[in-house]
């Protein structure tokens, strides 16, 4: 074999060693989303479709994006996990803003 021969497969097998590592850190990448999803947290499918997890099966998520509308997926049609946290349920109703005791300005005509 001539040195041309053996340059061309050192950079076919170069380049074949870069595709196989970026494949499985794109594969890791995934999982470890996949892996973070919980019960509670807001999550963005790849369709552009928002909610809540409701519920965590082996191969599939079931989400909230409204009140009373849940839909199921394949755990890799997440996107992006926007909070882990639950929405904090507040027990006390909201206050009303007080009413400032300042006078407003007087505008002349």
Do not use: C, H, W
Not at 14 to 29: D, G, H, P, Q, T
Not at 64 to 86: C, H, L, M, Q, W
Not at 89 to 109: D, G, I, L, N
């Amino acid at each position: 074999m001539n040195p041309a021969d053996l340059t061309f497969f050192a950079i076919i097998a170069v380049f074949l060693l870069f595709i196989i590592y970026s494949n499985r850190k794109k594969k890791e990448a995934a999982n470890k989303l996949t892996n973070s999803v919980v019960v509670g947290a807001k999550v963005v499918m790849l369709g552009g479709i928002t909610g809540r997890v409701s519920a965590i099966n082996e191969e599939t998520i079931v989400i909230e994006s409204t009140p009373g509308n849940k839909i199921e997926f394949v755990k890799a049609a997440v996107r992006n996990v926007i909070d882990t946290a639950p929405e904090p349920v507040s027990k006390t109703k909201a206050q009303p803003a007080k009413k400032s005791t300042k006078a407003a300005p007087k505008t002349s005509k």
